[in-house]
Structure formats: structure tokens, C-alpha cells
């Protein structure tokens, strides 16, 4: 009967191993993928590209540029903050339009101002355009300014490409993840070998 008993207690040992296997595997990818999908996000970038622009009323820009992450991207018109006038107003009395591509197909096409207006210590924009970016493409902005305020007529811009503010609070997420189902899986895997081990120095 003892026999018996420890027989069937050996079985269960096997499949506990197995279970421990699959499930530390798991759980190492699901933290690896995290991991990888915050780096790819910009988790580990501040996210922003800022490209000095020369604009007057009548003019046409166009720019190329490529982005380093993956996600939903804002492009932005930015001025310096200045005491002396207000710059969300000015920039709301920004007209033109803005049209964004790649080789084969328009992203986005909009009409100036948007009235959505970022903030920020140092400088103020406007955010003409949104697009998922991808770091494989190579995007063309086409800016044309029908009217610039008197404000900005002697101030250089910024063009601002930089990933949505909402992402920054995902990606904080998916890195705390990432590290702590690295760590469990990896806990998994050291007490699984070392179950291993142990049956096999008594068997």
C-alpha cells in the first residue's frame, strides 16, 4: 500500500515540473514582450523631435522627417512663452493649412487653427496634425501659412513631433510589468530546476 502511495506521488511530481515549465515560460515572454513593446513606445526616450522652422504669411514649408517610435505621434507649431502677449491666443489666430504623407498616401490634412492648444514652462504650441508613426517610414510635412500674427512675425518656431501625452502614462505601466513578470517567471524557473534537481539526486 506505501508502495502504491509513493508511486502515485512520483506520477504528480512530473506534472507539477511540466505545470511549473509551461507557466515560468509564460510568464518570462509576457514580461520580455512588455518590456519590448515600452522600449519600442519610447519608454526609454523622451519621444520628442524639434526641428527649427522659418514660416511667414504666404509661405510654403515642406519638411521630411522619420520618427524613432512606434504610436500616436502630435505635430506641433511651438513659440516661446512671453509675458508680453498671451501665445495660446496668437497661436489660435494662426491660419493656413497642413498636409501630412508619406510616399503613397496623405496621413492627415487640416485646416489652421485647430483651436487644440499644449502648454508647456518654456514654449506654447498648437497641434496641427496627429498620426500613428512608425520608425520605418519617412513622412513629408506640407505647411502653408496664409496669416501670422504681428506677435510671431519676429519669433523662430518650433516644429515639435513628439508621441501623445497619453502614452507617457502606459508605458510606466508596461515597464513595471515587464520587470515584475521577469522576476516571477524567473523565480518560477530557478525553484523548477531546482525541483529537478532534488528528483533527480533521489531517484
Known sequence: MDEEVRLKRRSKVPKLLRTLVVVSILILAGGLWCREWGKSHGAFSDGKLDIPLSIK????????????????HYIEIRYPQDRSYDVPKALNALTGTCVLRTEDRILASTDLPTQHIVGGNE?????????????????????????????????????????????????????????????????????????????????
Open 123 to 203: 514654449s506654447a504650441g498648437t497641434v496641427i496634425a496627429t498620426f500613428k508613426g512608425s520608425p520605418s517610414v519617412k513622412y513629408t510635412l506640407i505647411l502653408n501659412i496664409n496669416s501670422l500674427p504681428t506677435q510671431f512675425q519676429r519669433v523662430a518656431p518650433t516644429l515639435r513631433i513628439e508621441l501623445d501625452p497619453n502614452y507617457y502614462k502606459i508605458l510606466p505601466i508596461s515597464v513595471w510589468l515587464g520587470l515584475w513578470l521577469t522576476v516571477i517567471g524567473s523565480f518560477l524557473a530557478i525553484i523548477t530546476i531546482g525541483l529537478t534537481m532534488i528528483r533527480w539526486l533521489r531517484s
Open 57 to 72: 504669411a504666404g509661405s510654403q514649408t515642406d519638411l521630411v522627417f522619420s520618427v524613432s517610435e512606434k504610436g500616436t
